[in-house]
């Protein structure tokens, strides 16, 4: 398995990515709205407890890009050609197999321009979302490394408050001012590097069991609420930037943290899926040695979907 202290990591990445399969077999049932309906029912409560995935992914690229010291050449050379080079790739894969083919190349060449502006297939929205996040990494990341743990949690907080604009009742209670600065996904990886540096989980791990399972009933519950009132499929609550998803990234997250498991066959299992995970290639874990010039890679790479 490699290091244990980066054992937690590989168990996260996989049973996140395990999430995101189970997430997107639901879909078809969560869409067939029916709130007598057993199969939307079910559906609805396997969805509501795989929501913690993509919050979980960017919050372990929070504890392995924050804080560290690189140029923003490393950074562009290192992470964003990972990522591009198969983005581009996978879209002209799924071009071809959703899009109408053309039947010249100057046709081809501006409806693919056209599908590239919102994505060529509706899951790669994750990538145009991670790429804006990634370019902003080595500005957030200066502040990160001379700022002390209350002006992170000073930024977490008035995030967490502004991700409620959106919800009813409470987004009646907000004014003008422009809370663009503290939205967004970027405040998952802030959150990482928050949780990671900060919390030390040495017993009481099931305390944060609890946490994440009560995030997961609160997405149930209020989606049911919601739905039933607007009498159709309302997934206000299952968007990743909610209370209710962020308490279960928060509660899973910790659960895991540190955490070391003895070697056997499943733990064999697990680093396998996580190795070969397609996001795998994207993130290397460096650290530091104390100077510029020394980099010392472990054998792990390390990427979040």
Known sequence: MGSNSLQWIHFLRTFSTLAVIILHCTISYGNEFNIKNTSWLTASFINSNMRFCVPVFLMLSGVLLLGKKYSLREFIQKRMSKILLPFLFWSIIYFFMIFPIRRTVYQVGLEFFKAMQGGTCYHLWYIYMIIGVYLFVPIINKWIQNANKYEILFYLLIWFVVLMIDLPVINRLFTRVDWRYFSGFLGYLILGYYLNKNIHVT????????????????????????????????????????????????????????????????????????????WNLSLSRFYNDGSSKNWRCYQHRFCCF
């Open 203 to 278: 017993k009481n791990r099931w305390f944060f069991a609890l946490i994440f399972i009560i995030g997961n009933l609160l997405t149930f519950i209020l989606t049911y609420i919601a739905s039933r009132e607007n009498g159709e499929h309302n997934k206000t609550y299952y968007s990743y930037l909610t209370p209710n998803v962020i308490m279960s990234a928060i509660g899973i997250f910790l659960f895991f943290k540190d955490r070391v498991f003895k070697e056997n066959l499943f733990t064999k299992i697990i680093y396998f899926i996580s190795q070969y995970s397609f």
